[in-house]
């Protein structure tokens, strides 16, 4: 059972434009949320968080939002740039057991010129 | 500064064959983690340890799987017998345990079982 869905598996968007993708749980206990990015050839890197008594958290480019009643989270990247260009997880964590973070599958993308 | 060190970096075997995947983490920091990463299931936590103990192996596909971790700054993830299924990408991460603190990973181990 796949606790953290990440349904778009790719997604293309122009440079300049504003890249949005999504995450969906189910697990009600999951209250800490993460992004991370991850390039060809190299291990994922953190990329931005949330925790569940917010439901934005902005850095730079980056924005993530939470709607906790629909257990959904989306990462917003403004403007898109051709070096965002990557796999995107989505992570989720609770507090019962905060090291173990449950990731999704995962969306690819692609910001072309 | 030193990330966290896996190798080999890319592994091709035979099914039947043993496989170890080592992994170093970053120095200070005392947890944990191996995933593996496929096309239909993401990234999957397989186990981790928090001070060399292991807390949390319910991830490990099967009895074929086995990790240790004798110190600080060394884990192995052991295959065997490796089946042609277990090829994927597998990741070493490792955090200062605090609760919530991010995860450092490795460049990962490309295995291919024949």
């Known amino acids: 059972d796949q606790q953290v869905k990440q349904n778009s598996p790719s997604l293309s968007v122009q440079e300049g434009r504003i890249s949005i993708l999504n995450c969906d749980y189910t697990n009600s206990m999951f209250d800490y949320f993460l992004w991370y990015k991850k390039y060809p050839a190299e291990g994922p890197t953190f990329l931005i968080s949330i925790s569940s008594i917010k439901d934005k958290n902005e850095d730079g480019r980056f924005t993530v939002f939470l709607n906790k009643s629909a257990k959904h989270l989306s990462l917003h990247i403004v403007p898109s740039q051709p070096g965002d260009s990557a796999v995107y997880f989505c992570?989720?964590?609770?507090?019962?057991?905060?090291?173990?973070?449950?990731f999704g599958t995962g969306t690819r993308l692609q910001v072309f010129p | 500064d030193a990330g966290v060190i896996q190798s080999p970096r890319h592994e091709v075997t035979e099914m039947g064959q043993e496989v170890t995947l080592r992994c170093k983490p970053i120095s200070g920091h005392n947890s944990l983690f191996w995933y593996r990463q496929t096309m239909m299931r993401g990234l999957e936590l397989l186990i981790y340890f928090n001070n060399n103990v292991p807390i949390d192996d319910s991830g490990m596909p099967e009895d074929r799987f086995s990790a240790k971790m004798p110190n600080a700054s060394f884990s192995t993830l052991k295959i065997q017998p490796s089946e042609p299924r277990d090829s994927a990408v597998y990741f070493c991460a490792s955090s200062f345990y605090r609760g919530g603190e991010t995860q450092y990973f490795g460049p990962g181990t490309r295995l291919l079982v024949l």
């Open positions: 992570a989720a964590s609770a507090s019962t057991d905060t090291d173990k973070l449950i």
